[in-house]
């Protein structure tokens, strides 16, 4: 974020982490090309694609807007901060590990049958994977929030505050909500995954484009894209209706391939 903006970083991450965690879990499973052949697969292949060029579409609007703003310059230097070379090759590195996370939850389809096995209900039965591949990023954040309080020395902050125990409760509280709402996203992936039949492997791919969407949307609506160009704002615009018709492709083929398999079904085969 610091070498090429939020929006930037934020499009290219999700982007990397919408295609890896989606196609290396069906890539390890060799499933990749037989779902794609299922009743419907091919519209939902289109509406994946289609998703991918609104994220960089929405990324290429962000980058248009933090264009035409003030970058922050090196106080030292008074150079500008902004370093497309080496904020790429950070941001790809986030959007690979934040696809692990997609690949962590199509991978813990066995931990789901246990669950099952002790009498999880279909649809909750993969929150069970989920204190495993979150203890991983509780180690991760807890090792790494150590290393940098010892080393600035702010351990201290989270018992006194220059403002206040009161404020530093607020704080607190604060941090507790984003979590709940953190982890609430996946309360609802899970009940979604669950439900999407044979194109259960498409939900990572769909659960980034949609933040990205929400991301921009709301952007959008609390004015902090106010005093954009029109070309950046049509940009946008556009990068947000085509990845809602993404949507609906990736919907329409779903339905299409539910449709042929009750089919099939109710005939017998």
């Known amino acids: 974020i610091r070498h090429i903006g939020f929006s930037l970083t934020y499009a290219i991450a999700i982007g990397i982490s919408a295609v890896f965690g989606t196609l290396v879990p069906?890539?390890?499973?060799?499933t990749l090309i037989s779902n794609f052949q299922k009743p419907g697969g091919v519209v939902v292949l289109v509406g994946f694609m289609v998703s991918i060029a609104g994220?960089?579409?929405?990324g290429k609007a962000g980058f248009m807007k933090e264009g035409g703003l003030d970058r922050p310059k090196d106080e030292a230097s008074g150079a500008?901060?902004?370093?497309?070379?080496?904020?790429?090759?950070?941001?790809?590195?986030?959007?690979?590990?934040?696809?692990?996370?997609?690949?962590?939850?199509?991978?813990?389809?066995?931990?789901?049958?246990?669950?099952?096995?002790?009498?999880?209900?279909?649809g909750f039965a993969g929150y069970a994977k989920y204190i495993i591949i979150t203890g991983g990023t509780l180690i991760t954040n807890l090792i790494w929030w150590g290393v940098i309080c010892i080393r600035k020395k702010t351990l201290g902050e989270f018992i006194r505050h220059e403002d206040g125990f009161g404020k530093l409760g607020f704080y607190y509280l604060m941090g507790i909500i984003a979590g709940v709402l953190w982890f609430g996203q996946f309360i609802f992936y899970e009940q979604g995954h669950a439900n999407m039949g044979d194109f259960k492997f498409i939900s990572w791919g769909i659960h980034m484009a949609m933040l990205v969407f929400f991301s921009f949307g709301v952007g959008l609506l609390f004015r902090e894209w106010h005093g954009c160009s029109r070309k950046t704002l049509t940009v946008l615009i556009t990068g947000l209706l085509i990845l809602t018709g993404s949507f609906g492709l990736i919907t329409y083929g779903s339905w299409v391939g539910e449709t042929a398999g009750t089919v099939a079904s109710s005939s017998g085969h």
Do not use: R, Y
Not at 26 to 30: I, P, R, S, T
Not at 55 to 58: D, E, F, Q, S, T
Not at 92 to 104: D, E
């Open 26 to 30: 069906a890539m390890l499973n060799g």
């Open 80 to 122: 500008p901060k902004f370093n497309m070379k080496k904020g790429l090759g950070l941001v790809i590195l986030a959007g690979v590990l934040s696809g692990i996370f997609g690949v962590a939850v199509a991978g813990g389809g066995e931990i789901d049958t246990i669950a099952v096995a002790h009498g999880a209900k279909d």
């Open 55 to 58: 994220v960089a579409i929405c």
